[in-house]
């Protein structure tokens, strides 16, 4: 991790690369919403939210929303 500035996270990873050399560097930032700002942000686009379950490889630390179009 670079920075945290919740809801924003920044972070890099390096990639080197044996063949020639060469490395790679790449900074990423991700925003995380919560379950009500996710679930407003559907609606408003249109998508009717039909069940939020958890991740089944990460209990508690991520969430599946299984939602369609009107």
Excluded: W
Aim: no cysteine; aromatic share 8%; proline share 4%.
């Amino acid at each position: 991790m670079t920075e945290v500035n919740l809801p924003l996270v920044s972070f890099r990873f390096t990639y080197h690369f044996r063949v020639d050399e060469t490395t790679l560097v790449s900074d990423s930032t991700i925003r995380l919403r919560g379950q009500h700002e996710i679930e407003m942000g559907l609606r408003q686009e249109g998508f009717t939210i039909r069940d939020v379950r958890e991740a089944p490889d990460r209990p508690n630390r991520e969430l599946v929303f299984i939602a369609n179009r009107k």
